[in-house]
């Protein structure tokens, strides 16, 4: 059974750098065939994502935080990370890590899923 | 960059059927998966695909697809399926690289 663990800071001053670990367990990000995914939820509010790294360290980041967003791996400890810099209030929110599997017909991908999620850690950007 | 349309609520008597439906572009190319949230937990798979629900999850849960809408179904509600709901797939538009997700359906169970 995989699992997903956040850690990291649970409090961050503005304008400094958020900086997140997901820690994998019952599976290695190695295997390949998945994407690692951050996905964030604001107060009350519904599900953002923020970006996914490959194993092979290829990302793609949310164009609205691209400019902010850095996703590493670290295959040895089979973990990957999070930095958001410049955070601001606004980036208040429960920062999630998931696995994104997906599947083909026909060699064509047409279904995405996030079928394993961490708890959720709740960051607080306040001075 | 496309987007996931969900209806904000939705309420159904304890025991019936409720749909919950989900509507984008990108949903011609992918097919929706669905997530059940409950307060204070992190979202859980609950459909994927056409109509595949992950180990563990009640066969009261069903899925659907027509055009660029998807449906949750869920069977003979139960107190316990009052959650938030949201689906979510690659954006078809540009590089099909984006995540998008729905705003979430909130479900109550009267």
């Known amino acids: 059974q995989v699992q997903l663990q956040e850690s990291g800071p649970g409090l961050v001053k503005p304008s400094q750098t958020l900086s997140l670990t997901c820690t994998v367990s019952?599976?290695?990000?190695?295997?390949?065939?998945?994407?690692w995914s951050w996905i964030r939820q604001h107060p009350g509010k519904g599900l953002e994502w923020i970006g996914y790294?490959?194993?092979?360290?290829?990302?793609y980041y949310n164009p609205s935080l691209k400019s902010r967003v850095t996703i590493s791996v670290d295959t040895s400890k089979n973990q990957f990370s999070l930095k958001l810099s410049s955070v601001t209030a606004a980036d208040t929110a429960v920062y999630y890590c998931a696995r994104e599997h997906h599947t083909t017909i026909f060699g064509v991908v047409i279904i995405y899923y996030f079928d394993y999620w961490g708890q959720g850690t709740l960051v607080t950007v306040s001075s | 960059s496309s987007e996931l349309t969900q209806d904000p609520a939705v309420s159904v008597a304890l025991g019936q059927t409720v749909r919950i439906t989900c509507q984008g572009d990108s949903l011609r190319s992918y097919y929706a998966s669905w997530y059940q949230q409950k307060p204070g937990q992190a979202p859980v798979l609950v459909i994927y695909?056409?109509?595949n629900r992950p180990s563990g999850i009640p066969d009261r849960f069903s899925g659907s697809s027509s055009g660029n809408t998807a449906s949750l179904t869920i069977t003979g509600a139960q107190a316990e399926d009052e959650a938030d709901y949201y689906c979510?797939?690659?954006?078809?538009?540009?590089?099909?690289?984006?995540?998008?997700f729905g705003g979430g359906t909130k479900l109550t169970v009267l």
């Open positions: 695909g056409k109509n």
């Open positions: 979510n797939s690659r954006d078809s538009s540009g590089n099909h690289r984006d995540v998008v």
């Open positions: 019952g599976g290695s990000i190695s295997s390949g065939g998945y994407y």
């Open positions: 790294i490959y194993y092979s360290g290829s990302t």
